[in-house]
């Protein structure tokens, strides 16, 4: 046991994928013959700016993520039946003493400074963007959210596909991640919602919170791969970088 960490990554990977239809939980996927979740971890740490990361996966793939992520600072821990239950799971673990699979690596006696989560299944992240959010945390901002503005028009589609409304495009962005929070900002977030709380990102609970969320420019790399043509970008990116 060590001293505290001062940035821990949550990764939740527990998804089926089933939109990718890929055969195989997304996370597991291989992307230019490695997994999505390896190539999001890595991500996180060649940023320079994280210290420990912690990997929520599904039950049956747990000891196979473990030997996947071996010889890295990383917990590998089972997810739960939605994306708000698997970083739940993983907050669980940071706050407490907690070791690290890597023998001699960093070890937490308690939660750390600053947490990122980041999902599994945005594998091409740039590192300098997880450097950016972390800095921002640090700066004092409690919550911080990498986001790009919109290129499409956006409707608001009811029964029949018929269109509702047009809504004002210059006022939405799309959340990315890593998202990034002071430790007591995201655990009083998930400690105030409910265990069967849904949210399709963490920043949307501390809002519920009512505490401050502020946004730094997303990147297009840091795309989420959700469908098979996602999959193909994302092959194609990496052979143009090789
Ligand atoms: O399904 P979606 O792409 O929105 O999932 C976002 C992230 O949440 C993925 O990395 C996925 O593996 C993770 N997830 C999870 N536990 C679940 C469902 C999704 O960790 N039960």
Same mark, same amino acid.
């Given at each position: 046991m060590g001293a505290a960490v001062s940035v821990a990554a949550v990764v939740p990977a527990a998804g089926s994928g089933t939109r990718l239809g890929a055969g195989a939980p997304k996370a597991f996927v291989p992307l230019g013959g490695v997994p999505i979740v390896v190539r999001a971890v890595d991500g996180l740490l060649a940023?320079? @700016? &994280?210290?420990e990361v912690l990997v929520a996966v599904p039950a049956d793939l747990l000891d196979h993520a473990r030997a996947l992520l071996a010889g890295r600072p990383v917990t590998v821990l089972v997810g739960g039946g939605a994306r708000t239950a698997s970083v739940r799971l993983a907050l669980d673990v940071l706050s407490g003493p907690h070791g690290c699979e890597r023998p001699g690596g960093p070890a937490g006696d308690g939660p750390p400074e600053v947490v990122l989560v980041h999902d599994a299944?945005?594998?091409?992240?740039?590192p300098a963007l997880v450097a950016a959010v972390v800095a921002e945390v640090r700066a004092g901002h409690p919550a911080v959210v990498p986001a790009l503005p919109l290129a499409d028009t956006v409707k608001r589609v009811g029964v029949a596909? @018929? &269109?509702?409304a047009t809504v004002d495009r210059s006022e939405l962005r799309a959340a990315q991640t890593p998202q990034g929070f002071a430790w007591e900002t995201l655990r009083a977030a998930y400690g105030k919602s409910g265990v069967d709380a849904v949210a399709t990102d963490d920043a949307g609970l501390v809002e519920r919170l009512g505490a401050p969320v502020v946004t730094v420019p997303g990147d297009p790399a840091a795309f989420k791969v959700t469908t098979p043509w996602d999959l193909r970008i994302a092959e194609l990116l990496l052979e143009e970088k090789a």
């Open positions: 940023s320079g @700016a &994280v210290d299944a945005r594998p091409l992240t740039p596909a @018929a &269109v509702e």
